[in-house]
């Protein structure tokens, strides 16, 4: 078997993480960017396996550099302001890192003759407003994304779009809705609530969880079966095609902190809004049509949201336990 070489931009964060692990299990090298200042706690249990670059996405020259080191077979540029909640008090950042980074990436492949299959990561916020018609969101739904993150991941798109028309490069593009499991940040509503409960189990905090608008709907899926889904599309996706990953399963935020509750060891737990955790606007539903990716690839998901859940609670209580007090 050939062993394929995996450029992963973004290798330090939730992601990336899972992705390296996948990538090692299938038999990958693995060479991934970092910054100087990247939190290395997800590498440290891999960092004898892969091979990190310390670069500058915001400066083709760097990211030159990355690829020339790193000869990619396969390239999935997972490095971006990740938070839609942050992309309001950072626009210009968010697009900045977003966007310009994958066209550096672009341009330097472009310079360099790298014929490296590239993985655009969109997201089901592109799909934004969607009428209640319009659900399960098709890969053919009109994009009308509600954020400037969502406006990012809309370039990112399509700039693959164009990549892939304008030079015959092997883009595919994702559109992945919410995704969960152990190492999700906890700027995140589901992986942040996980985190308050362990720590109130921990008796580190009054038992009052603090929590934004837990109407909205979203379609969770597992990181795990994510990244099973990316290398599947770096493998066999169509190059110019998007395919949207999604479970096709509808949960509020509010069922999904209270499957959290449930699973907890706490007897009463208060339920608090904070309104700083309220945003400007918010897409009130998101579930997607895995149709087109089940029927060309065969891929869906295999984890129920349940046991991600569960695995992410557990993941707060080992790192809360572990922590000095
Ligand atoms: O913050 P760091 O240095 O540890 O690296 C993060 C990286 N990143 C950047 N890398 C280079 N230049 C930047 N200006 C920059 N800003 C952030 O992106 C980290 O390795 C990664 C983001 O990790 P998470 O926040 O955990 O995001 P997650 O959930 O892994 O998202 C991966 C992709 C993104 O395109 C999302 O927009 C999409 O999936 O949902």
Known sequence: MIEMRILITGITGFVGSHLAEYALERGAEVFGSIRWRS???????????????????????????????????????????SFVAASWQTPVETFYTNVVSQMHLFEGMRQLGSAARFLVIGSSEEYGLAEPDELPIRETNPLRPLSPY??????????????????????????????????????FSESNFGKQIAEMEAGLREPVVHVGDLKPTRDFSDVRDIVRGYWLLLERGTPGEVYNLCSGLEWSIERLLNFLIEKSTLQHVEIRQDPARLRPSDVPVLRGSRQKIESSLGWRTTIPLEQTLTDLLEYWRRRIGSRPR
């Open 39 to 81: 939190k290395m706690e997800h590498m440290e249990p891999l960092r004898d396996r892969v091979t990190l670059i310390e670069s500058d996405l915001r400066d083709l020259l760097s990211v030159r550099t990355v690829l020339e080191q790193a000869q990619p077979d396969y390239i999935v540029h997972l490095a971006a302001q």
């Open 150 to 187: 969502a406006v990012s991941k809309v370039a990112q798109d399509l700039m693959g779009w164009q990549y892939y028309k304008s030079y015959g490069m092997h883009v595919v593009r994702a559109r992945a809705f919410n995704h969960t499991g152990p190492r999700r940040g906890d700027a």
